[in-house]
């Protein structure tokens, strides 16, 4: 684990786990922030877990797509501070979509805006 939280990790693999109904006990996972950074914004948790699951199925993530929001302890995905400006960023950085929580404010943006309400819909995005 680098440039994660260990501790927001296995939080984050235990939604995973229930809202998805996957076992990975059985699995090593490796997670690595390029650059050395050190992520400990909560508004990462969702880009953590499609990239998790993405690899357990085997499934990858377009390198097109970015993912905004905090996790709840149920699966639903949390609206997040500064979201418009989190979106202008993906946008300027050529991305395509932007995976957001359903709750987040309405505004313009020239990236398509996917939202989402729960970690479930993983399964039909990957």
């Known amino acids: ?19 998805l109904d996957i076992h990975m006990d059985n699995h090593d996972i490796f997670v690595n922030v390029a650059g050395g950074i050190k992520i400990d914004d909560t508004g990462a948790d969702m880009g953590l877990a499609a990239a998790i699951y993405s690899s357990f199925t085997e499934r990858p993530v377009s390198t097109k797509w970015v993912f905004i929001g905090e996790l ?3 699966g639903e995905i949390r609206p997040v501070k500064f979201a418009q400006q989190r979106i202008a960023e993906a946008q300027r950085l ?5 995976f957001v929580p359903e709750r ?15 970690i479930s819909m993983l399964k039909t995005i990957l």
Do not use: H, W
């Open 72 to 74: 709840s302890l149920d």
């Open 94 to 98: 050529g991305f395509e979509a932007c």
């Open 104 to 118: 987040t404010p309405q505004f313009k943006a020239e990236i398509e805006v996917k939202r989402i309400n729960n």
């Open 1 to 19: 684990m680098t440039g994660v939280d260990y501790n927001r990790f296995l939080i984050v693999l235990a939604i995973l786990e229930k809202a």
